[in-house]
């Protein structure tokens, strides 16, 4: 089936740094979500992207839908204690307009 | 606005009881997803379902699970039997009805333990 690769997997970043995390895929996707996950809670959604090389911000969130359609990245800048938690990438692909697959997550700690 | 509501949130069950999973979504919203999610992956497509149908049940187990979208009142993911590797989250989602919005608004999870 199809697979999404994101890495890396975990980042121990301290406090005011940036951040940056992506997925692969062997897979054409039409669409490209950010999401957080805090412990014991559900995925929330941050960002949306629809169009091959759309770059979409949120606020210090900012994230890229690869030209291949096969990619995309999010950068976090100026990291703070409450951007702590786990980050999934989720797509959809080419012939499916609801069935997200997803990455595996980068868990994303913050030095004191 | 009241956004994903799932209940319970923990649930414990010896093998071979039953575990009935509530999902509400959104106001609005038409559109059930039901995902599972093991601990350090990602969520696993399981079922969607419009209200009093199922539109793809392709990522569920063939026995023992089964989903249902009523006409009124929550969706329920139902477990039958459930042994030891049925431990995992579940997470309930919504989207609005119609095309081209694929923003999935994700509920708050039940945990289930099989002891």
């Known amino acids: 089936g199809q697979q999404l690769n994101q890495s890396p997997q975990s980042m121990f970043i301290q406090e005011g740094e940036d951040v940056s995390m992506n997925c692969t895929s062997s897979?054409?996707?039409?669409?490209w979500l950010w999401y957080k996950q805090e412990p014991g809670e559900g995925p929330v959604l941050l960002i949306a992207?629809?169009?091959a090389g759309e770059l979409t911000s949120n606020g210090r969130l900012t994230a890229q839908f690869g030209i291949t359609r096969k990619d995309s990245f999010l950068n976090i800048s100026a990291s703070i204690p409450s951007d702590v938690g786990i980050y999934f990438c989720?797509?959809?692909?080419?012939?499916?307009?609801?069935?997200?697959?997803w990455g595996a997550g980068t868990k994303l700690i913050i030095k004191p | 606005n009241a956004g994903v509501m799932q209940n319970p949130r923990h649930l414990v069950r010896r093998r071979g009881q039953e575990a009935r999973l509530r999902c509400s979504p959104m106001?609005?919203?038409?559109?059930v997803y039901w995902y599972r999610q093991l601990p350090e992956e990602g969520l696993k497509f399981m079922v969607y379902?419009?209200?009093?149908?199922?539109?793809?049940e392709s990522g569920m187990p063939k026995e023992r699970f089964s989903a249902e979208f009523p006409k009124e009142g929550p969706s329920i993911l139902r477990i039958q039997q459930v042994v030891r590797g049925d431990s995992a989250a579940y997470f309930c989602?919504?989207?609005?009805?119609?095309?081209?919005?694929?923003?999935?608004?994700f509920g708050p999870g039940t945990r289930l333990t099989v002891l």
């Open positions: 989602a919504s989207s609005p009805p119609g095309q081209g919005d694929n923003e999935q608004f």
């Open positions: 106001k609005g919203h038409s559109h």
């Open positions: 379902l419009q209200k009093e149908n199922i539109i793809d």
């Open positions: 897979s054409i996707f039409n669409t």
């Open positions: 992207l629809y169009k």
């Open positions: 989720a797509g959809l692909i080419e012939d499916s307009n609801y069935q997200l697959i």
